[in-house]
């Protein structure tokens, strides 16, 4: 009889980007990222005793409010080549501020089926009862585990897993500030161990950026009794343009005549400025109503909110995708048509490799 072979031992990549989990002083005049990957690694109480190899890049040492999205393309390549190479997973440790961004974007650049995990803190490690250790040693058991197969960029902060395309960052200082208001967590670290309630329901990929592609995408949160100069000012210094609109989709009247114009010009996403729910469809009739607003040609959100949505387009701007491509892909993310019209492959289709087969809803 043949021995029983070892288990294979997970192995995880940690690339360090800086944020507050990194941020150390030694003069008093507030902290910066200092800290090394390698730093933030041994740190980890209890680390050693789960087994799994841990391999650190220190990428960046920047705050979370610094990073590009030319710093996440080169994660995303580099986390492949990682992934390419074997690694079981990748971990991610950044700044919070933009975590809820760069999150959604490495999910749509990412399109093995390893796990792609971002973590932080919101204590930094000079106060007492800093959250990164515990984070980090999270966010490395919920990489190493097969259960997150397929299920693309995820972010795990206070032991929840919450998919990138649904998280927020709800509280300036809250450790609990993570939160997907729509869906809440798709999963649990219990007792050192990832338990999935659901998966994510399909993944959404796009082809990749040009690197000298620098498309620029405006975000402009509509407010009471707006003022149009400043849309009319954006009119030919913008690439693309999200509006965050009131409740379902809607704006101010004197806000139409200017919005029209843009959208005959470049791509305008209709979002909610609301913390949770979707934009409508055909619901309400009047001038800056979203029934009218789509009808002048503005690409409707869905439930994907104003961040997100200028993440995506300007992802699908910077790959350089037709105009009737980008309005697809915005009724796809936005939950507002089935999957099977996402105008790429799906991740499933690329790779055959994963642990663990995809989930569908």
Not at 29 to 39: E, F, K, W, Y
Not at 218 to 231: A, E, K, M, N, R
Request: glycine letters at 8%; a negative charge; proline letters at 9%.
């Amino acid at each position: 009889m043949s021995p029983t072979p070892p288990e294979s031992v997970p192995n995880v990549v940690v690339f360090g980007l800086g944020g507050t989990i990194a941020m150390t002083s030694g003069t008093g005049d507030g902290v910066n990222p200092t800290l090394s990957a390698r730093d933030l690694v041994d740190a980890v109480p209890g680390l050693a005793q789960t087994r799994i190899g841990i391999k650190v890049v220190d990428f960046r040492r920047r705050p979370g409010a610094c990073l590009t999205f030319a710093d996440i393309a080169a994660l995303a390549a580099a986390a492949t080549a990682e992934l390419d190479n074997g690694a079981t997973g990748v971990v991610v440790t950044q700044g919070t501020d933009t975590i809820e961004e760069t999150a959604y974007l490495l999910d749509l650049l990412h399109h093995r089926p390893e796990p792609l995990i971002v973590t932080g803190a919101m204590r930094n490690p000079t106060l007492a009862g800093a959250d990164g250790p515990a984070n980090l040693l999270a966010a490395i058991q919920t990489a190493a585990s097969t259960t997150t197969c397929n299920q693309g960029c995820l972010v795990v902060f206070a032991d929840e897993i919450h998919s990138a395309r649904r998280v927020t960052k709800t509280h300036s200082t809250s450790g609990s500030t993570f939160r997907s208001p729509d869906t809440g967590p798709i999963g649990y670290v219990v007792e050192g161990a990832v338990q999935l309630l659901t998966h994510v329901p399909y993944r959404l990929t796009i082809p990749t950026p040009h690197q000298n592609e620098r498309p620029r995408v405006g975000l402009y949160t509509v407010s009471l009794d707006d003022d149009p100069t400043i849309l009319h000012a954006m009119a030919d210094r913008c690439d693309g343009l999200v509006i965050a609109g009131f409740g379902v989709g809607h704006v101010p009247e004197p806000l139409v005549g200017p919005l029209t114009t843009l959208a005959a010009q470049i791509p305008v996403v209709l979002a909610s400025r609301t913390p949770a729910g979707p934009t409508l469809t055909h619901t309400y009739g009047f001038p800056g109503s979203e029934r009218d607003l789509i009808n002048r040609g503005l690409i409707p959100a869905g439930w994907l909110h104003p961040y997100k949505a200028r993440i995506l387009l300007h992802a699908l701007l910077a790959a350089q995708i037709k105009p009737q491509d980008i309005t697809t892909a915005f009724a796809v993310a936005g939950n507002r048509t089935d999957p099977s019209s996402w105008p790429w492959p799906h991740p499933s289709h690329i790779h055959d490799r994963a642990e663990a087969p995809a989930a569908h809803a």
